[in-house]
């Protein structure tokens, strides 16, 4: 896959991802609506379609049975290919716990808003999910064992692309869905705060402008928040670029020029994110009298920090093995 390729499907995701929190928010409304996606959408889907009728509560089934059933053909599709490997066996407890997550309880009435009745299933459907990534990374770890260096690039490569997509999945779905449930917050925290307490009426502007700046620095904390992992898509998108100027397994003069660019990139966007996290955290400790919340992130970025320092050194290999092989040339 081409970088430009991989860059607007990276976009579309995250404009896909963005709307879709947007949507869980404005639309249900519930405290549970974001943690129990996808399950909630599928519960409730599969209880309309039961409620229709006879033909319903068949396709209903019918979809809850190719949903259990889908990690099994995947099992079997997998035999067909290649000798099943312990890991493997993570694919029928997946199949298990979707059974569990999705399990009809009388259908019409399937999925209840309730504490009582949501807080299994959603143990249950995030245990698919960990189950699910589980499998992937032991799967990683024995082809990592097992490849050459071409296999190992390819992989690397994939991981680097997975891991873009992780990262803007985390910004453009969970970080804003915890956006917003944060301007829910401070909003019943606002209200609950005027209506029990009788204030005079030339304070009232006082307030709602503490309620707006309250609002301006939520989202500033919400940027330097999520900034790094941001920052750290970007690095993985530039880091395939690193990877596709190599030929045969082997660095070239391209490479050599494109690895100081990189690590440079590295130290500017972890400058960057220490920087601006610094700034909300100085301006609301300035402005704490006139906001509603504070939260000061006390941070230190060990593991960027190895990373910086590890695309620094890399670069560095990297132009002396560069250096060294066009020496071996000239020398023959």
């Given amino acids: 896959m081409k970088r430009d390729r991989i860059k607007t499907l990276l976009l579309a995701e995250a404009l896909i991802c963005a709307l879709l929190a947007l949507a869980l928010w404005l639309f249900e409304g519930d405290a549970f609506s974001v943690a129990g996606f996808p399950g909630s959408a599928v519960g409730q889907g599969l209880s309309a379609l ?7 509560f068949a396709l209903a089934f019918t979809l809850y049975a190719a949903v259990i059933l889908l990690p099994l053909y995947a099992l079997v599709h997998i035999a067909a290919r290649r000798e099943l490997k312990p890991e493997d066996a993570l ?3 997946i199949a ?4 569990c997550a999705l399990f009809p309880h ?9 504490a009582e009745a949501l807080f299994p299933r959603l143990a249950w459907q995030w245990l ?47 970080e804003f869905a915890g956006l917003f449930s944060a301007i829910d917050a401070l909003k019943a925290g606002n209200s609950a705060f005027t209506t029990d307490t009788v204030l005079p009426a030339a304070t009232d502007i006082t307030g709602s402008k503490s309620l707006v700046f309250s609002y301006v620095v939520l989202a500033l904390r919400f940027a330097a928040e999520v900034l790094p ?25 391209e490479s050599a020029a494109y ?37 000061i992130s006390i941070r230190l970025p060990v593991l960027e920090l190895c990373f910086v320092l590890a695309a620094l050194l890399g670069a560095r290999l990297i132009a002396s093995n560069v250096a060294l092989a066009a020496d071996n040339d000239l020398f023959i």
């Fill in 50 to 56: 039961a409620a229709s009728g006879r033909f319903g």
């Fill in 91 to 93: 694919l029928v407890l």
């Fill in 96 to 99: 298990f716990a979707a059974a």
């Fill in 106 to 114: 009388g259908w019409t009435a399937y999925w209840s808003t309730s």
């Fill in 128 to 174: 698919i999910f960990a189950l699910l990534a589980g499998w992937v990374v032991l799967r990683l770890l024995r082809r990592f064992s097992g490849g050459d260096t071409q296999e190992l690039l390819k992989l690397f490569r994939a991981l680097l692309i997975l891991a873009a997509a992780y990262f803007v999945f985390e910004v453009c779905f969970a």
């Fill in 229 to 253: 992992t941001l920052l750290a898509a970007a690095t993985a998108y530039f880091a395939i670029g690193l990877l596709d100027t190599m030929e045969d397994g082997a660095f070239t003069q």
């Fill in 259 to 295: 690895a100081p660019k990189l690590a440079e990139w590295c130290v500017k966007v972890l400058k960057l994110s220490v920087l601006f996290a610094l700034a909300v955290n100085v301006l609301q400790a300035v402005c704490a009298p006139l906001i509603l919340s504070t939260s």
